[in-house]
């Protein structure tokens, strides 16, 4: 099993991708780091969120797919039904409530009966997204968007002046996404790296630096024009993108992303934010990481999200809602 830092051995658990949206963040055993972010005004937000999110998607009447997460026939590259179907530009778009699997860390377990998988984009190469869509599964490429890797190969292409303060994880430098000029040509050269080993979607990680202690004057106004920017990228290369967390900018971003992936909502109050993308039949891909999914898993029912309940390492091990 490879690390995902470059020249690394692995250990039993690889660095883990946590929620990024800032908010306390406690210790969970061996290995994990703790980390202490300053919350924004939560309160206020999540009211505003729930008005716009409005009454209607409390509930649907679209039918949830099969509980087992059973995934189309083996061979199969066309959409279906479980995993939704291509919009008016010829994007994926994954239907709400659709089964997925998450991993960021090991060797893929492709063995997992799941429409979508959600794996790293630098550590996985094109026979294993082929023998994933051999299977009939839709792929989508982590990427890190929003930060400085030192552990990329790419990592001698970000100038030290878009470098910015440490986000917390060693190795890692928030970016100034106010560079569109240097950044865009770097994260566009990464989704050809998605397109190219054959992922039918990407996952920009970090869409909410503005939220956070950067090094850098950010404001809600650089992260909408950034965000857009990364689905353009997406989509000029036949991508889908999904909105990583950033759950404030929901109502300016949800026409511009074909889904959402976002982790811990419940255990945060915060799940009903999401309506939005369920109202226009986009799926919402949550994980959460301390709460029992009997906590959680009717009012994910109700939302009609694509709930599971992962390890903070992102290994293969996973716990869906029945």
């Avoid at 991993?103 to 997992?112: A, E, H």
């Avoid at 109502?251 to 889904?259: I, K, N, Q, Y």
Wanted: proline share 8%.
């Amino acid at each position: 099993m490879r690390s995902r830092r470059a020249g690394r051995t692995t250990g039993p658990h690889l660095r883990p991708r946590l929620r990024r949206h800032p908010r306390p963040r406690r210790s969970r055993g061996t290995g994990t780091r703790t980390r202490t972010r300053t919350r924004p005004h939560t309160a206020v937000l999540t009211a505003v969120l729930l008005l716009l999110a409005g009454p209607a998607g409390c509930s649907g009447p679209g039918a949830r797919p099969p509980a087992d997460g059973s995934a189309p026939g083996a061979g199969s590259r066309s959409p279906s039904a479980a995993t939704g179907g291509e919009d008016g530009a010829g994007h994926w778009r994954p239907k709400p409530g659709t089964p997925w699997q998450w991993q960021l860390s090991g060797r893929v377990d492709t063995s997992v009966d799941v429409p979508v998988y959600d794996i790293d984009g630098f550590e996985n190469d094109a026979e294993t997204v082929d023998r994933l869509h051999a299977d009939g599964r839709k792929v989508i490429c982590y990427i890190n968007a929003g930060a400085w890797e030192d552990f990329r190969p790419d990592r001698d292409d970000f100038p030290r002046a878009v470098r910015g303060r440490g986000n917390g994880w060693p190795g890692e430098r928030w970016l100034d996404i106010r560079r569109t000029a240097v950044l865009r040509p770097l994260m566009a050269r990464r989704m050809d790296m998605c397109r190219d080993k054959g992922f039918d979607a990407v996952e920009p990680d970090l869409m909410d630096g503005y939220l956070n202690r950067t090094g850098f004057p950010l404001t809600a106004r650089h992260q909408l024009a950034y965000n857009r920017m990364l689905a353009e990228l997406a989509h000029e290369r036949g991508l889908a993108v999904g909105l990583k967390n950033d759950l404030p900018q929901i109502p300016e971003l949800v026409g511009s992303f074909d889904f959402a992936v976002n982790e811990e909502c419940a255990e945060f109050g915060e799940c009903a934010a999401l309506t939005p993308f369920v109202e226009q039949d986009k799926a919402v891909f949550h994980a959460e990481y301390a709460l029992d999914p009997d906590d959680y898993c009717a009012e994910s029912e109700r939302l009609r999200l694509s709930s599971l309940r992962k390890k903070l390492s992102l290994d293969a091990w996973r716990r869906p809602c029945p």
